[in-house]
């Protein structure tokens, strides 16, 4: 099993606090692929994985949030039926623009 995420756009990657493991280096810019093999995983299992990313400072005007999506996938390697999840979540960004 692998997890798929992106640098979501207006951040960048943060080793730091976020899963061993993630093929990015540290500080990696918007855009950047980046995956971590989890290996298998039987039925009904479950887990975390921590990916952290620091907003950018300051924002762009009428920019005042950040959106991510990750995805998990089976290569089928393991006779389980290939296919992905995928889960999206917006944070809205608080604080002053100077």
Request: aromatic fraction near 4%.
């Amino acid at each position: 099993m692998t997890l798929t995420e992106t640098v979501p756009e207006n951040t960048t990657f943060v080793a730091t606090g976020s899963t061993a493991g993630w093929s990015c280096p540290d500080a990696s810019a918007a855009g950047t692929r980046c995956t971590m093999d989890i290996g298998a995983l039987r039925a009904g299992a479950s887990g975390s994985a921590m990916f952290r990313a620091k907003v950018n400072q300051p924002l762009a005007p009428g920019i005042d949030g950040v959106s991510n999506t990750v995805s998990i996938a089976d290569d089928g390697t393991h006779g389980a039926a290939t296919g992905s999840h995928v889960a999206t979540t917006s944070t809205t960004v608080g604080g002053s623009r100077t």
